[in-house]
């Protein structure tokens, strides 16, 4: 594999690879030195069109931990600003001389169009595009579900799932599917792995053609609870810059959507007693999530962001050092 541009792009033995990198990578970070020379003499850079905090942040933190050189691109501030293309932007960067390129985009399908336009020859890694892709977020999602399931199962709280995939697991997503990249990178990879997923949304925040989708829908979060008894629920942000207004005639009010689809102290009560709380963050406290969820001791938002550095450093080695290190590669 040359690009990561969606985790339809993983099959299961090479799902299984990254996050078995990552535990390589994560024990990597325990120490006190954290750099790996792996990428030495490498150039990534990080092409950002759209905002970012931890996405980009941690692209970065994992590229200078394996001793990449790292340029940061924005758009703000560039010659994008000025109307300068993607085609003309890509060109510049391959006559720099760059390795690999880490891109966001706010239009669905942009990273596949460097990646296959001929404009620069290097991986091209998505960092998130439009509605579309987020792979690198499912795979620390993943990452992070994977560890939580060995660690239930070595407690004897669940049946420990066998192998190095997520077993059978139950995963409830929630919130706004339809502006959501990561609630379809997430369907993909979970379901690659093993896991159920079900998808609880209000129907307007629901895509059309979903019944291709492999996993369950419902409309009622406490019948999923209820019903699917999760072993992670994934409360997704309420993505309002993508709304043409406030609300955007999608639900009828913040507190109408807290009240059906926001996880209070109550839901967060009725989850099995070993299930995770997650969210790929930023969070909007108080809509998607209560404060009380968020910061109880089974969320594992801030965790997923530590994971999030690992399993990048995992990405980046397996695509930019494949070459050198025979076998190595995806
Ligand atoms: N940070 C994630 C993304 O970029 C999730 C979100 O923004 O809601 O897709």
Known sequence: M????????????????VLDTAEAMAATQARTLKKLPTLRGRTVVNLFFEDSTRTRISFEAAAKRLSADVINFSAKG????????????????????????????????APYRLAHSGWIDVPVLNAGDGTHQHPTQALLDA?????????????GSVPAPEGSDLGGASVVIVGDVLHSRVARSNVELLTTLGARVTLVAPPTLLPVGMEAWPCTVRHDLDEAI????PDAIMMLRVQRERMSFAGGGFFPSPPEYHRRYGLDGARLRALPEHAIVMHPGPMNRGLEISAEAADSPRSTIVEQVANGVSVRMAVLYLLLAGDQNEGTGL
């Open 226 to 229: 209820a019903v699917d008894r």
């Open 143 to 155: 990452f992070t579900l994977r560890r939580h399931l060995h660690a239930a199962g070595a407690a």
């Open 78 to 109: 560039s010659s994008v600003s000025k109307g300068e293309s993607l085609k003309d932007t890509a060109q510049t960067l391959q006559a720099m001389g760059v390795d690999g390129v880490v891109i966001r985009h706010q239009a669905s399908g």
């Open 2 to 17: 040359r690009h990561l541009l969606s985790a339809r792009d993983l099959d299961h033995a090479a799902a299984v690879h």
